[in-house]
């Protein structure tokens, strides 16, 4: 569970750190349920401080998407030989 963590540590040069906390929040929340995910059982998962409120006003807001993809990047695991094509078992 602490990979999703350090992963979107990555995410700190292209959002605020209270997105990013928000997001390791959620993220972890999601990991310990089971069952229906929903908003409430998101935000009953959650640690203390967090509320249904937050995890709404989270979803509202625009990110630079691209900023977060060039952030993550770097740090994605991407095979050495290429990408994977679409048939399965064959490289590119």
């Known amino acids: 569970m602490i990979e999703i963590v ?14 990013v906390e928000q997001l390791n929040c959620i993220a ?3 990991q ?7 908003m409430l059982g998101i935000s009953r998962w959650t640690d203390a401080g967090d509320s249904y409120h937050n995890g709404a ?13 060039l952030a993550l990047l770097p ?3 991407i095979p050495p030989e290429g990408g994977i094509s679409h048939k399965r078992g064959t490289n590119v």
């Open 57 to 69: 006003t989270l979803f509202q807001h625009r990110y630079p998407l691209g900023n977060m993809f």
């Open 32 to 38: 310990a349920m089971t069952g229906r995910i929903t």
């Open 6 to 19: 350090a992963f979107l540590a990555c995410l700190y040069p292209a959002l605020s750190r209270t997105t």
């Open 75 to 77: 740090h994605a695991s």
């Open 28 to 30: 972890m929340a999601i």
